[in-house]
Structures are given as structure tokens and as C-alpha cells.
């Protein structure tokens, strides 16, 4: 059923809290997006009205062509050994589909890639699945870099760290690096190196509304963390707090000030919040493993690694088609503007090692 008022709060409840919940399935993603997206939610229910399975659906319409993609990130939140809860979900994302002429749903969830059974499940109730997409062919990273905090203290996560990441700590306290929680008045500081850190490895930033979008959205379950030096900010990151999980969202650093260590004394900083929160993960989020596939991410990789975590490899999309001929004419679409995009990175990496070797001659 599409989620109504009565049922609100159970629904705040059953996604605050279950294990395959997380940030992007609450209703405040939805804040998050509501300039470029609609939303709707749906719900399954047992034979007692208990709440068994959410989705949360954002819906954009594309333009010129009166259709819309529906697309659930990291949804559905449900036990996925339970098979009538999907039927359900399906059923009622139908009836979103249908009232938004939708010609697909798009989905991500946090089945792991060797879970093969859940695979089978979702493809065996319609939806098409295809496996080991790069980053660049998904909406969110199938990678992502984690620390399982459970059971554990702050000493045995410290413990665990590699010898050189609890220098880099001790050393940006030894050498008067600070970390401290900030509101929405300081996000300009945190976006000066936000941007830096884009510029410096060629990705894409997101801008500062959209930034300050997630804090308005998420409260209390999201904190602005800024690192200062001599009163400079110096380093920062966007983190959130969601059904058990800690994600670092957005994260950067200055150029200037790096061999100062400020990334990693914020990291440990994090960790910490989310220990004391009593939280099981602490997730860094997206990573790619070869450099081949983005050297820039690559060596953020390089950088998370050394907090001694695991890699999580999630199984990648699911599609279920409403409308085949519209969705093959969009994927060649995409598939068109993805071989664009990807040209147009590659030569303004090419621009900037030019740029570069320029500079040292």
C-alpha cells in the first residue's frame, strides 16, 4: 500500500530502526531531493498490520517525453529471505507507477554480491539484474569501505588501526590541528575545502545549497565537522547518522595544510561519534579498487584503507520495466551521454597532468 498519515509513524519507527534501513530510505532524503524529485512511499504489511517492508520512490520526470523514472535508492528496507514482503512492495509500486506514467523502477539495495539467493529472489519477481557494473554505468558505488564497530570500544578500533594511521593522529593533535562540530553558519568554511578537494582530484562537487539541503533535512542525524588551524579551517565533512549506521557523506581538505594529517584526526573524531552512538557500522562510503577505473578515487581508496576496514561489495541495480520500449530508448540515451561524460573527465584529467608537468618544468 502507498504509505497514508495513520501509518506515519509506524513507518518512522520500522525505518529508524531495521538493519537493511539506512539514510536514503527516510523521509528526509526525500527533503533532500524534493527540488529535482517527487516522492512517494510504499509499505507492506503482515496479517497483524505490522509493518514488514518500506520503499521509499523518487520520481523524475524526464523531459519532452511525459515519462518518469522511479528510483528507490538503497531501498527496499525489508528481511530479504522474506519474498511476500517484495511481492508487496512490487505491487504497490505499481499503482506509483501507473499514477506517474513511470517506465521503470530502479533499485539498489544493500544485498551483498554473494548473496546469490536474493539475487535470484528479485529477478525471479521481475526485475532485470545486471552484475559487475563500473562506477561509472550505477547511481550509487557497488564498493563501499567499512569499519564493523560491533561489540567494540574506541580503544579496540584503535587498536586495530595501522600503526601509521594512529601517528597521523596523534600527530595533527601534536602539531594543534582541532575538530570541531559546526552548524549551518560555518558550511561556507566547510565548503572552501570541499571544492579544493574536487578541484585537486577532478571529481564533480555538489553545491553548497544542495549541502545545506541535508543538514535542514536530517537534524540531528547529521553533524558538520570542521578541522581548524590556527583558526583556518583546514579540513571538513558532512556525516550522518541513520538506523545504526554512521556514513561519511561528503568529506574534504585544503591544499595547504595536508602534511598537517587534519583528514585523519577527523576520521577518528567520527568513529568516535559513532561508538558513543552505539552504532554497528561506520561506513566511508563509495570506493573504487584499481586505479584504472578512476586513479582519483583510487587514492581515496588508498586513503580509507588505512583505517583497516573491510571492502562491502553490494550486487549493483535492479530494473523493473513498466515500459520496455521507453526503456531501451533511454538506456541508449544514457549509455550515449555516460560515453560523453567519461570523454569529457578523461580530457580534463589529461588537461590537468599537462597543466602540471607544465608547472614542474
Known sequence: MILSQDRYDDYIKFVNSHKNSGVMQGPEWAKVKEDNWRHETVIALDDDGKITGSMLILIRKLPFTGKTLLYSPRGPVMDFDDEKTLYQLLESAKEVAKKYNAYCLKTDPVILAGQQQYIDMFKKAGFKFTPHLDLSHVTQPR????????????????????????????????????????????????????????DRNNFDVRSEKYLAKILDALGDKARLYICYYDGKPVAGAITSQ??????????????????????????????????????????????????????????????????????????????????????????????FCKSLSILKKKLKRAKAGGEKTAQNE
Not at 588501526?161 to 560555518?186: C, L, M, P, Q, W
Request: aromatic share 18%; with cysteine.
Open 242 to 335: 541513520y538506523a545504526g549506521k554512521t556514513c561519511h557523506l561528503y568529506g574534504g581538505s585544503d591544499n595547504e595544510h595536508r602534511h598537517l594529517c587534519p583528514s585523519y584526526l577527523m576520521q577518528w573524531h567520527m568513529i568516535n561519534w559513532a561508538i558513543e552512538s552505539g552504532c554497528e557500522w561506520y561506513d566511508f562510503m563509495g570506493i573504487v579498487l584499481t586505479p584504472e577505473e578512476n586513479e582519483e578515487l583510487y587514492r581515496v581508496y588508498e586513503f580509507k584503507n588505512k583505517f583497516n576496514g573491510e571492502v562491502v561489495e553490494y550486487a549493483g541495480e535492479f530494473d523493473y520495466v513498466y515500459d520496455a520500449f521507453a526503456y531501451n530508448l533511454f538506456n541508449m540515451a544514457k549509455g
Open 143 to 198: 564498493f563501499n569501505y567499512m569499519i564493523n564497530l560491533k561489540g567494540k570500544t574506541s580503544g579496540d578500533i584503535m587498536a586495530g588501526f595501522r600503526r601509521k594511521t594512529r601517528y597521523y593522529i596523534k600527530f595533527a593533535e601534536k602539531n594543534g590541528v582541532t575538530v570541531e562540530i559546526k552548524d549551518k553558519s560555518h558550511l561556507h568554511e566547510f565548503y572552501s575545502v570541499y571544492r579544493q578537494t574536487g
